[in-house]
């Protein structure tokens, strides 16, 4: 692992909210006393009505229950558009950027208010109430936050499928909810492909056999499609019939506020449920700190909003503080490999936030199509999503930041609501490939297999000692499952399921998922490292290890490797890279087998599967799983063969 640091630099010392000294008091504080510090804190957001307790919340086997705020009354979407209204109607709250670059448009937060109250008459009229699940599944359009927000200010709990997703998918997440009402649009548009997603709903809905009453579709491409008399309504149409005004309905702290499915990578996907008032809390506060989020910065996270980081990074965090965040509809190649540097010129953006996956197929096309763009605005770069490795994470820095942008590197999930572990840019010196110290209010301990807690420079599982208020309440429908995955293999602390390092200096390293930990002769060894070791190689592109049984050393390392775009396979260059790890991490580390592959299976969030890769490392393709959250299953077929051909 790169032991390089980057200290703060003194444009950011300047300007940053907080120093490393202030953070440090600042998180003592937090931990030393929760209820006081998430008082003050809570008072962040507006409340209809006041909270009078703070944290009430037990990790105890058999009786986990999570409330925070729980007497305060609110509205998310209140205080994600009326509360601005005041000092900021005029202000640029949403900045859309269309699939193609001849498209965009600005919403202010007047605007945004009275989009919001449309769409939540719409739905108001078709009798969505509190409490009901309303599934959205819809491209990058602004109408897809119009639609999140319409259902906070209602009440109802919105479900976001993420566009990529099959009929077949989005059917297990409809039923699974009990959704009666879908919001799509007629087609996404995506890279210059339509995807068509209300014939998907059309196909899910038979699939189901029926059980939902009302589909509501918004006009993007205007391509042809069926509409079902009587269940199928016009966005527009509707909209046009109802007012701009809509109250914001009073909210308990603690009712839901929206279910989301876990991507999947490590087995069928939870409804993981969050709730209104921590939640809110907590993704504000983390977008102002961890981005250092500033009055008239323009802020831009590339995440769709069907996952997480889209729902609080997007949508929910940015406009609770007022801020103008950009939305985009295309994908990182398209119409060329310069679109995000291009996006970033054309509207000036200061942060930027992205995922690892995104910035290594960015490097395969070299440095060129970025140099070739201004990127003067850019102040802060984030990462999110899998570990960085150091060779992506220099590229990152030295290229697209051109060495003067710090880089946050944020390690959360679906579960923790927002970001947990994590530098702040003003306070924290980095190290590549580190996510560095956890935000306020968050314990995190490394434990042995056993669960004793392991102190100092260390390496074993992350669990959370104690709640913060952004944590899932529940597995919608299932909180059995909710306490069996997270609170059963550590009685009394929430188990996260990733692997981590803890250095000398206190810094926190994800090593990958726990599965993914391979031990080889007896030496415990993260999936990251070695990939990092491989990604490192300039020929190398990606790289995703996994173990496989071996009759000597118990596993073996097996490596699946996609080379840089003009590079060809070779037996030479298999011997090079095999001898490229030993030097980099040690011989313990040498991969047993190399296999070339074109393409590695990846969710559709971009992230890795392993628990694919395992399979086919043991020669068990008949067992591959569940593989419906793959973005290309044919990716699989590949690997199968090449694997067969080599026995
Ligand atoms: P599932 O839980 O269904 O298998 P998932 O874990 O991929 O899916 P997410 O909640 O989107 O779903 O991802 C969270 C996981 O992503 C983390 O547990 C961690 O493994 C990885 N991750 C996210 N950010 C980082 C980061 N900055 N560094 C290292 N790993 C990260
Ligand atoms: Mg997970």
């Known amino acids: 692992m790169s032991d390089k640091t980057y200290p703060v630099p003194a444009e950011w010392a300047a300007r940053a909210f907080l120093d490393a000294d202030e953070y440090a008091a600042m998180y003592q504080a937090s931990v030393a006393d929760p209820d006081g510090f998430w008082a003050e804190h809570g008072k962040r957001i507006h409340w209809f009505s006041p909270f009078t307790t703070v944290k009430n919340t037990s990790f105890i086997p058999g009786q986990v229950s999570i409330k925070w705020f729980e007497d305060g009354i609110t509205n998310v979407a209140y205080n994600c558009i009326d509360r601005h209204l005041a000092e900021r109607a005029d202000q640029v709250a949403i900045i859309w950027e269309g699939d193609n670059p001849s498209e965009s448009k600005t919403i202010t937060y007047g605007e945004l208010a009275a989009e919001v109250n449309k769409f939540a008459n719409v739905l108001r009229n078709r009798d969505v109430q509190k409490g009901d699940r309303v599934t959205i599944y819809m491209p990058m359009i602004p109408e897809a936050a119009y639609a999140m927000l319409a259902c906070a200010r209602l009440g109802a709990i919105h479900s976001v499928v993420f566009g990529g997703f099959s009929p077949d998918s989005l059917a297990g997440r409809i039923s699974d909810c ?17 995807v068509p997603l209300k014939a998907n709903v059309d196909a899910a809905i038979e ?10 579709v918004v006009r993007r491409t205007g391509g042809a499609v069926n509409m079902e008399p009587i269940r199928d309504v016009w966005y527009h149409e509707a909209a046009d019939l109802v007012s701009d005004e809509c109250p914001a309905e009073h909210m308990n702290a603690e009712d839901p506020l929206f279910i989301l499915y876990t991507s999947g990578s490590t087995g069928k996907p939870k409804g993981v449920l969050h709730t209104t008032g921590g939640y809110l809390v907590y993704a504000s506060m983390t977008h102002q700190y961890v981005f250092d989020y500033h009055e008239g910065d323009v802020y831009w996270c590339t995440a769709d909003v069907g996952w997480v980081t889209g729902h609080s990074y997007i949508v929910y965090g940015p406009l609770a503080n007022g801020a103008t965040t950009l939305m985009f509809e295309g994908v990182p190649n398209y119409p060329s490999v310069s679109r995000f540097w291009e996006v970033i010129d054309k509207h000036q953006v200061n942060i930027f936030y992205t995922a690892p996956t995104a910035i290594r197929a960015l490097m395969q096309s070299g440095e060129e199509p970025v140099r070739k763009t201004s990127r003067a605005s850019l102040r802060l770069l984030g990462s999110v999503g899998e570990p960085i490795n150091p060779e992506a994470w220099e590229w990152y820095h030295r290229v697209v930041g051109e060495g003067r942008c710090p880089i946050v590197d944020t390690w959360w999930q679906t579960e923790t609501g927002g970001i947990l572990i994590t530098p702040l840019p003003g306070a924290t010196a980095l190290k590549p490939g580190s996510a560095t110290h956890p935000f306020f209010g968050v314990k995190p301990e490394v434990v042995d ?35 069996q995955t997270y609170f059963a293999t550590y009685p009394g602390k929430y188990f996260t399921g990733d692997g981590c390092r803890r250095d000398a200096d206190g810094y926190y390293w ?35 290890v996994v173990g496989f049984p071996h009759d000597i050393k118990g596993q073996g390392i097996y490596a699946y490797v996609t080379l840089m775009a003009d590079v060809q396979p070779s037996e030479e260059l298999r011997k090079e890279l095999v001898a490229w790890v030993r030097k980099e991490i040690g011989p313990i580390a040498s991969p047993d087998l190399i296999q070339f592959a074109p393409g590695l299976p990846k969710t559709r969030s971009g992230k890795i599967m392993r628990r694919i890769l395992r399979k086919i490392a043991e020669d068990q393709f008949e067992n591959l799983g569940d593989t419906s959250t793959l973005a290309d299953p044919g990716v699989v077929d590949d690997l199968v063969t090449n694997r067969q051909n080599k026995k």
């Open 449 to 483: 297999a056993e669960g004793k807690v392991l102190d100092g420079a260390t390496e074993g599982n992350l669990v959370i000692a104690d709640s913060w208020p952004g944590q899932m309440r529940t597995v919608y429908g299932d909180h059995e499952r909710f306490e």
């Open 178 to 194: 009990e959704s009666r009402c879908i919001i799509t649009a007629d087609e996404g548009l995506r890279g210059g492909r339509k």
């Open 510 to 544: 994800i090593t990958g998922r726990v599965d993914d930990v391979i031990n080889v002769s007896g030496h415990r060894m993260g999936t990251a490292e070695v990939e990092s070791a491989l990604v490192a190689h300039p020929n190398v592109s990606e790289a995703a």
């Open 207 to 216: 699939r189901l056999g029926g059980g939902v009453d009302h589909v509501i």
